[in-house]
């Protein structure tokens, strides 16, 4: 899909597909076009060219709806509603009997630690309680795919874990998580798969299991290390680089660093120390994006 | 159609909790507390000269017009004032996008919402239209003749001002939108003015301009009908006056002013489908 308002173009050239249960990590720095992807996704904005399928209708179909959950990324509504008042709206709003609302609305409160808070005006709420009500009335229909457009803005640690928590319960369930996040290391333990946007266009897209067992930093300390020992490292690494004695390196995976190790000590270096340690997200986010971009 | 009525409602309870409406409220009893001591008082002094009945009847008369044109200007902008951020308004803050990604067409979110403020504004006419007769019939015995339709064409008129400040609010900001439905407002209120001094200067160019204006905005049109509908012969040939039938719309203008209603609520539910959110 690409949209463009006028001459700016906002999202280029959007093509990605997501796995039905999992959860998806939709990264990129500011103004690389995530919430307007999103918002095409559920049919808000509408595509200047290009078309999306979202569980199996045409992105925006109105009956499709009834299946997604979306938390927007500055959640606000009328102050004077309480939470179970809000909550009650919306899922009128999606068709739920009255009847499921009786249980669903105190477990969904208990479930973001808004039940202390039940009787306040959401117009008295920090951002942080209004992220979690917002949570809330993105899940109150039980929705197959939930949209979440940085939800752990504003929330304090104990927030953001209650939010990877019920992240993690929605595929628990079954249902798909779209998650746009700023928060590297909430989506890295959270997400099982990550697009990376730039500049409106999808550049990569990681599995994030695999990635946890490829490309390991190694840090290392040796003397008597030649350049043909450097030069016959790249059959197991991405970069290596050697300053003095310490020689970094990015190794393909876990399992060539035996080899490597054997390499250097065949080549005849004395090696002191050898520590791998695992590459983030936010390196591998760095490298697509180029150091000159900021979050 | 049950999110229609589920929009309507929280727009009703929205609409009920602005301060402009309690502002308006509280202007309208403070207005009847004033008209009712006006006739208390005028009353009185007839009582001491010994009026005749007809004058009395139609001084009386005249002062409840007066009162009911100012219930009409009151209702008009109150109409305005509490409607026009609730689109632009939702738009520009984002709350609206949690709605209009729920399962029911754009179209129902708008009728909701518009069906919410009528119920309010119908309520406020109601009250200050109904409780100015009510204070007049009470305290000297006088009602307009035709008080249900005259009711009923300003309450036209404020549902016309609120489908044009929707129309406007699904394109321009909450401050732009007012602007416009006001200016627009202004426009055939100058209008009007100008049709009912052709009676004076015996102008056709300013019942043409008159008429020009009602047909760009038909608001003071519907009160120069209700007024006509309801003044006594003596409030009528008032010159410059909101109730001289110098130039009564007729029914074919009423007519327009419905289907003008129609229309401007329908280009507005229709770009408020495709515009994005």
């Known amino acids: ?295 | 159609m049950i999110g229609t009525w589920v929009i309507a409602g929280i727009t009703f309870r929205e609409a009920a909790r602005k301060k402009i409406l309690w502002t308006a409220l509280g202007a309208g009893v403070g207005f009847l507390l004033l008209f009712a001591l006006a006739l208390h008082f005028q009353i009185r002094d007839f009582d001491a000269r010994s009026t005749s009945p007809f004058i009395r009847y139609q001084v009386l008369s005249a002062m409840m017009l007066v009162a009911l044109y100012v219930v009409n200007l009151l209702a008009v902008l109150m109409t305005i004032l509490t409607s026009v951020d609730s689109v632009s308004g939702e738009i520009s803050s984002g709350t609206i996008q949690a709605i209009a990604m729920k399962p029911l067409p754009r179209w129902q979110i708008l009728m909701g919402k518009w069906l919410g403020f009528a119920a309010m504004i119908s309520a406020f006419v109601a009250l200050t239209f109904g409780g100015t007769i009510g204070v007049a019939y009470l305290m000297a015995g006088v009602a307009p003749d035709n008080g249900l339709s005259g009711g009923l064409l300003v309450l036209l008129e404020c549902l016309l001002a609120l489908a044009m400040t929707f129309l406007f609010s699904t394109w321009f900001s909450t401050l732009t939108s007012g602007v416009i439905v006001i200016g627009l407002y202004g426009l055939a209120f100058m209008g009007g003015w100008l049709e009912q001094m052709s009676g004076f200067t015996e102008s056709a160019k300013l019942v043409t301009i008159g008429i020009i204006t009602s047909l760009i905005m038909p608001s003071e049109a519907l009160w120069r009908r209700a007024a006509a509908d309801m003044a006594t012969p003596v409030a009528a040939s008032l010159p410059f006056s909101p109730f001289a039938n110098v130039s009564i719309p007729s029914d074919t203008m009423i007519a327009y002013a419905v289907v003008y209603l129609f229309v401007a609520l329908a280009v507005g539910i229709y770009h408020f489908h495709v515009r994005d959110l």
């Open chain 1, 1 to 295: 899909m690409r949209k463009a308002y006028g001459g700016k173009v906002a999202v280029r050239n959007l093509s990605l597909a997501v796995r039905a249960g999992s959860i998806f990590g939709f990264l990129g720095p500011n103004g690389a076009g995530k919430s307007t992807s999103i918002k095409m996704l559920l049919g808000l904005v509408r595509p200047t060219s290009g078309a999306a399928i979202v569980l199996g209708a045409p992105a925006g179909d109105v009956e499709t709806r009834r299946k997604i959950g979306f938390l927007p990324e500055h959640f606000r509504f009328y102050d004077w509603l309480t939470p179970a008042e809000l909550l009650r709206f919306h899922a009128k709003l999606c068709g739920v009997a009255p009847a499921k609302l009786r249980e669903r609305v105190p477990a969904l409160l208990d479930l973001v630690g808004l039940t202390p808070h039940r009787d306040k005006r959401v117009g008295a709420f920090s951002k942080g309680m209004m992220q979690r009500i917002g949570l809330a009335q993105a899940l109150i229909h039980e929705p197959e795919i939930v949209f979440l457009d940085e939800p752990t803005s504003g929330l304090d640690p104990m927030g953001r874990r209650l939010v990877r928590d019920v992240i993690r319960a929605q595929r628990d369930r079954g249902a798909t998580v779209f998650l746009n996040s700023h928060l590297l290391s909430e989506v890295e333990i959270t997400c099982d798969t990550v697009a990376f946007l730039k500049d409106g266009e999808v550049v990569a897209q990681r599995n994030l299991a695999s990635f946890a067992n490829s490309e390991v930093h190694v840090t290392a300390q040796a003397r008597c290390l030649s350049a043909d020992a450097m030069a016959g490292l790249a059959r197991w690494t991405v970069s290596a680089n050697l300053e003095g004695e310490k020689l970094s390196l990015v190794a393909r995976s876990t399992e060539v660093l035996a080899d490597i190790l054997r390499h250097l000590v065949l080549a005849g270096a004395q090696v002191y120390s050898f520590t791998p340690g695992q590459a983030s997200l936010e390196d591998l986010f760095v490298r697509i994006m180029g150091e000159d971009r900021g979050l």
